[in-house]
């Protein structure tokens, strides 16, 4: 993995050269420290077997994600252009998890190797998350990742030629190649400078949400906002059945289509209110509020970030509603944070089960997603990741408030970074940085990045005693 | 017509026994009307000049009551099918207070409808907010009738019904159950309508005590009367506007004591009583509710501590503050100069856990916290050992799978009708902690919202939209049903005929 990020590191030095910034050096340097570190690592440990382990694949999945981050930090402390290691961890951390949030008040002057490094790591920290589902969830079983196994294993049934967790791999890497080249082109075919399209569709596609301009997607064209938006939407659907989509696999995406009505049902009630309230608060034109709310909603509910306009300034009940969607987040096996539409349909649905029993204590009701009857074992596990989430968010804003951040602040900020969001309330919302907070939030903040990035329960079990008891 | 048909018969066609609701909120209205003898009394006693205003009142809640009883609901036959028991405990729970708005209108205390309404709600369902910026301008009767109206929904309007209808032989246990729905009590009696009766008397005599202590400790007799009642119902209406602080520190002592009395089940308070003492200290919930006061009272005393107030001045506050909060009761005493936000997180926190099970207190319940604790516990050692196979126990008894799903759905649903009330409160111009606490402290039928930065009193409810006084109606409704009677009467799937 290491490699992997050196080269990527090293990949910088392109853009480093080319623009002649004077950071090619440090750049260098570091990628090719982390390169060769990577490279010992392997050839030290190349006769390790792989992890058959239950801790051990939790304990690799967390340190991952750590040292990805770690060594994330060299780029922007080798240039100098983050002074604290607090400053650099955050914006690592930020980029590694997708999340987007960011201690930059200002983008523009950064040198354009950094601006690639921040957008690469988004890229990178997008499809790992997906991958890392995909790669290490059947050496753990159900329990932890039972959500995308049940999915998985319920697409296998159906046919034999993606069976194969290695197909699968190939085939969600090929679905994200093929986006991102897809969106490059598109807008750089809307006039984009290719260099910008580049950098765009990485933290786009990625749902992260670092941005290369000061004020995000509203430097860009309306036609460019709305393919930004696409690549948003698209990044929030599960990469799987975009594959089926494409592959006209009509019915594989059955196994799936309960997600996606939801999720695009989401998209269209919250985009026409906001896009009503819009019209209602600011006084803007019909076709600015459809655009600013359609484009605004598919960031906020995929947890990318990018902003079409200042939304500190905008009414506070849509704001709120943004803080709600974000925390539902798109499909699961997308690239988007958050509790995922699918743990919401089950929450809901289960609900709705308990209630028809009381009703009707003799029928027999099973809850069921796209048809099937969910076990209740995957019940169980969305319940208590649920209410892990809620827990860890209340900690978090009580952690936060005593790291000296007022109420709202950090309301906004820990949802932000446990959904993967990026801008929070206040003073680090809309066009805002979290460059004003003190260290120790950051650190903080960092942690939350991780936890939602996680799912909680990863991270979490690392803090039980008896996980370190032999 | 006979009361004894099979149960078998009423499943599958769902024909409402009007009749009998109608007779049964005809008498639930004559005994409001009845009630309403101590105000007038009270009223008449202090001359304070609404004397004629609560009698009218009184005369308006008996006719209609009269009405109902006897003309609407004449020979109605007892029976009730098993689903009935949601639309009835919905009802009752929207003609008692909607009738109780009367007082406040004809005294002229309240300056609309809507605001009659939420006063008339936070009474009934003992929250505790209010709209009323100066109770001590209010008339002494309207005082008392206020803190009245708390004391009969702290244990429930579901247990008079119960006891009116002695002649239920079906359904009453669905109704009972409606309002400790979920929480699994024992009963203190096989019989039903017997355990009601003990209720009521451990109830009664905890508030007499409660109001001979006050009035010995020189408190004036409105305010004991009011404070008793207020108190053992957690309710928490005061009667001053700087809250409890007129009050002597005895007299805060015994308030105190009583707070946390009220958060334990009325069960356990009989264990008491009848010095089943053995048994009392093994009752898991009560030693969580007795671990969490003591933890969360040196946590705010730390907090209070390291943001710079004096030691004494901070435990005072503190043991008072959290008994309050987490009995859901809601009285305030005016903030300390100095004041920590670790306060301001703990209280929410100790709003949505609540008071226990089975106590008049609301919130989540801590019965279900617990259970909720272990199974995660349960849950973090599975995914290590996932062929492990764990039982979550309470008090020595294994909680039934199904009844877990249950709580997590319960939780969710709480968290989901928070998030939902908060939404429309942003709409009222709140800030967005400010309107999830005001959502959080009112579903959870404590009253004063703990953020607010004013006071930390009622005073603000006074200033929302009618919308807001509306949206925070429901939800002290909603938590006090705790959630299911009122969803399962709303939905749609409730008034489809046949299974």
């Not at chain 1, 296998?156 to 194969?164: F, M």
Request: net charge positive; glycine share 8%; aromatic share 12%.
């Amino acid at each position: 993995m290491l490699m992997v990020e050196g080269s990527l590191m090293l990949s910088c030095l392109i853009p480093a050269l080319h623009f002649a910034d004077g950071t090619a050096s440090a750049i260098s340097a570091s990628g090719l420290f982390t390169f060769f570190l990577g490279l010992l690592l392997r050839v030290s440990y190349h006769d390790a077997r792989t992890i058959t382990d239950r801790r051990n694949a939790y304990l690799l999945v967390v340190l991952l994600w750590v040292v990805l981050a770690l060594f994330g930090t060299l780029p922007f402390l080798a240039t100098g252009t983050l002074h604290t290691f607090s400053d650099a961890l955050f914006e690592s951390m930020s980029g590694i998890t997708s999340t987007g949030a960011t201690v930059f008040s200002a983008v523009e002057w950064l040198p354009a190797s950094i601006l690639l490094w921040r957008s690469m790591t988004q890229w990178f920290g997008g499809f790992g998350i997906v991958l890392l589902v995909l790669a290490i969830v059947p050496s753990l079983g159900i329990n932890k990742y039972s959500l995308y196994t049940a999915e998985a294993s319920g697409a296998d049934n159906t046919g034999k030629q993606s069976s194969t967790m290695a197909a699968t791999i190939r085939q969600t890497l090929g679905v994200y190649l093929t986006l991102t080249l897809l969106f490059v082109f598109l807008l750089w075919k809307s006039g984009m400078h290719p260099w910008d399209a580049l950098n765009i569709t990485f933290t786009n596609i990625s749902s992260g949400g670092f941005s290369i301009y000061n004020n995000s997607l509203e430097h860009l064209t309306h036609l460019q906002q709305y393919i930004v938006a696409l690549a948003m939407l698209l990044s929030g659907v599960n990469f799987m059945l975009i594959f089926h989509l494409v592959t006209f696999r009509w019915d594989r995406i059955r196994t799936k289509l309960d997600q996606l009505s939801f999720f695009l049902g989401t998209f269209v009630i919250a985009s026409l209110f906001v896009c009503f309230a819009l019209r209602a608060t600011a006084h803007i034109p019909w076709a600015d509020a459809l655009r600013c709310a359609t484009v605004q909603t598919i960031s906020v509910l995929t947890t990318t970030g990018s902003l079409v306009a200042d939304t500190s300034s905008w009414w506070v009940p849509i704001t709120f509603l943004f803080v709600i969607l974000s925390l539902c987040g798109g499909m699961a096996g997308s690239t988007t944070g958050g509790l995922k539409a699918m743990r919401v349909l089950i929450l809901h649905r289960n609900v709705r089960k308990i209630l028809h029993d009381r009703l009707h204590p003799h029928a027999v009701n099973p809850v069921r997603l796209n048809g099937r009857p969910v076990s209740s074992e995957i019940i169980t596990n969305v319940m208590v990741i649920f209410v892990v989430y809620v827990l860890v968010i209340t900690v978090g804003i009580m952690l936060l408030m005593l790291c000296g951040i007022n109420a709202t602040e950090s309301v906004g900020a820990i949802i932000a970074c446990i959904t993967g969001y990026g801008p929070g309330l206040g003073l680090s919302g809309g066009f805002g940085c979290y460059g004003a907070f003190t260290t120790a939030a950051k650190y903080l903040c960092a942690f939350f990045m991780l936890l939602g990035r996680l799912e909680c329960l990863t991270l979490l079990i690392l803090l039980v005693p008896a996980f370190w008891k032999k | 017509m006979s009361a004894f048909r099979p149960h078998i018969e009423r499943i599958g066609v769902r024909k409402f026994n009007l009749k009998l609701i109608f007779r049964l909120m005809g008498v639930l209205l004559m005994y409001h009307a009845l009630g309403m003898a101590l105000p007038f009394a009270i009223s008449i006693y202090c001359h304070d000049g609404a004397q004629f205003a609560l009698g009218m009142a009184a005369v308006g809640i008996l006719i209609p009551g009269l009405f109902f009883r006897n003309i609407l609901g004449k020979n109605p036959t007892y029976d009730i099918a098993e689903n009935e028991s949601y639309w009835v405990t919905t009802i009752t729970w929207l003609t008692i207070p909607l009738s109780g708005t009367l007082p406040y209108i004809l005294t002229g205390a309240t300056g609309s409808f809507a605001d009659a309404l939420f006063e008339s709600f936070s009474g009934f369902t003992t929250t505790g907010s209010s709209v009323m910026a100066h109770p001590e301008e209010l008339p002494q009767g309207l005082l008392v009738y206020r803190a009245f109206t708390q004391w009969v929904g702290g244990l429930g309007l579901m247990l008079f019904v119960v006891a009116i209808l002695r002649r239920l032989t079906l359904g009453a246990e669905q109704i009972y159950e409606a309002e400790f729905s979920g929480t699994q009590q024992r009963k203190l009696h096989p019989r039903l309508a017997k355990s009601v009766t003990r209720l009521w008397v451990i109830y009664s005599v905890l508030t007499l005590m409660l109001f001979l202590l006050l009035l010995i400790q020189g408190t004036p007799l409105v305010d004991a009367i009011c404070l008793a009642f207020s108190t053992v119902s957690t309710g928490g209406f005061v009667t001053h506007s700087s809250g409890l602080s007129i009050l002597s520190d005895g007299c805060l002592c015994t308030i105190t004591l009583f707070m946390l009395l009220s958060g334990i089940n009325v069960a356990q308070l009989y264990r008491i009583f009848t010095l089943k003492l053995r048994h009392w200290g093994r009752d898991e919930e009560t030693r969580a509710y007795l671990l969490l006061t003591l933890c969360s009272i040196s946590l705010c005393v730390i907090g209070f501590v390291a943001a710079g107030q004096d030691v004494g001045t901070s435990l005072r506050y503190s043991v008072f503050h959290i008994a309050s909060t987490v009995s859901t009761c809601g009285y305030y005493l005016p903030r300390p100069q100095h004041w920590s936000f670790v306060v301001s997180v703990l209280t929410f926190l100790l709003i949505v856990v609540g008071a226990s099970a089975g106590s008049t207190g609301g919130g989540l319940k801590l019965r279900r916290i617990i259970i909720l604790s272990k199974y995660i516990g349960n849950y973090f050692t599975r995914m290590m050992h996932p062929n492990a196979v764990f039982r979550v126990k309470v008090n020595g008894e294994v909680v039934q799978h199904d009844y877990i799903t249950k709580v997590f759905a319960y939780f969710f649903l709480y968290i989901a009708f928070i998030v939902a009330g908060a939404f429309v409160l942003t709409l009222c111009r709140c800030s967005i902690p400010d309107a999830i606490c005001m959502a959080a402290a009112n579903i959870s039928n404590l009253g004063p919202s703990p953020l607010i930065n004013n006071l930390g009193g009622s005073l603000d409810y006074a200033m929302l939209p009618t919308i807001g006084k509306l949206t925070l109606t429901t939800l002290m409704l909603a938590g006090r049903l705790e959630l299911f009677a009122l969803i399962a009467v709303f939905s749609p799937a409730y008034w489809r005929r046949g299974t």
